[in-house]
C-alpha cells in the first residue's frame, strides 16, 4: 500500500517512527541518546506538541505525540532531526544525511487502538532481546508508565491514569504480533490508524479523503486493555 501525504489532526494522537538512513546507527551511546532527548523536550515546548510515550532504539525512534497546532509536528520533529543530526555529524566528523527521509505518522483512534500503540512502542526493547522487560529499558517511557519513574521528556497530562497503571503494566506483558505486524503496516502507510468511522472523520477535519480499502484490521477485543 503507498504512502500518502502526512496527515495531522491537532489534538489527537499521533505515532511517530523516524529510521536512520538505510537503517543505520544514530545512536551509538548514552551522550547521543541524552542529547536526543534533551533537544526533543525542548522543541516539543516551543512547537507544542506532547509526548505521551517515546522509545529510543540503535538505529529509529518511537514517539507517540499530541500536536495543538497544524504545524507542531512537521516543524518540531523537523527540527529535532534537523539539530540532531548537526550535532552528530559533528561529534563523529561525517558529512551527510542521518535520517531515512521524512518520519512516517499515523493518527490514532484513542480506543480502541491507544494503548495497543503504547505497548507497541514500549515493548521495541523486548522484541530483539535487549531486555527481558519493557520497564527496564532506560531509554523508553516504560518505566515512568509501569514503575511511576519521573520521566521530564513525558507530557504532565498523562493518558494513563494512576488508576489504570497496573492494568496498562499487565497489558504491556503480553506479546501479540498480529496486532504489532498490523501497527507496523499501517504506520508504514501513513493512514490513520482507526475504524472506518474514525477515517471518515479524520477526513472531513483535514479536508481530504483517506481509503482503507484493502487494511485488515485485527479484532477489536485484542486492542483493549484487559
Wanted: aromatic share 12%; hydrophobic share 35%.
Amino acid at each position: 500500500m503507498p504512502r500518502i501525504a502526512r496527515v495531522c489532526a491537532i489534538n489527537y494522537p499521533h505515532h511517530i517512527t523516524q529510521r536512520g538512513n538505510n537503517r543505520e546507527t544514530v545512536f551509538f551511546d548514552d551522550e547521543d541518546r541524552k542529547f536526543y532527548l534533551r533537544i526533543l523536550s525542548k522543541y516539543s515546548d516551543e512547537w507544542d506538541f506532547e509526548i505521551w510515550a517515546y522509545c529510543l532504539m540503535t538505529n529509529h525512534v518511537h514517539i507517540l505525540a499530541v500536536p495543538r497546532k497544524e504545524e507542531s509536528l512537521a516543524k518540531g520533529i523537523g527540527i529535532t532531526n534537523l539539530v540532531y543530526t548537526q550535532y552528530f555529524n559533528r561529534r563523529y566528523d561525517r558529512s551527510g544525511r542521518l535520517w531515512q527521509n521524512r518520519f512516517f505518522s499515523t493518527i490514532i483512534e484513542r480506543e480502541p487502538y491507544l494503548w495497543a500503540v503504547a505497548r507497541y512502542i514500549e515493548r521495541n526493547p523486548v522484541r530483539v532481546d535487549i531486555v527481558k522487560k519493557a520497564e527496564d529499558y532506560h531509554w523508553s517511557s516504560a518505566k515512568a508508565h509501569v514503575l511511576r519513574a519521573k520521566d521530564n521528556i513525558l507530557s504532565g497530562a498523562s493518558w494513563l491514569n494512576e488508576s489504570e497503571m497496573n492494568a496498562y503494566h499487565n497489558f504491556l506483558r503480553k506479546e501479540d504480533n498480529e496486532i504489532d505486524n498490523f501497527i507496523r503496516k499501517i504506520t508504514s502507510t501513513g493512514r490513520p490508524l482507526g475504524r472506518e468511522e474514525f477515517i471518515k472523520n479524520i477526513g472531513r477535519i483535514i479536508d481530504r479523503a483517506i481509503f482503507t480499502k484493502g487494511v485488515g484490521r485485527p479484532k477489536k477485543s485484542r486492542m483493549v486493555k484487559k
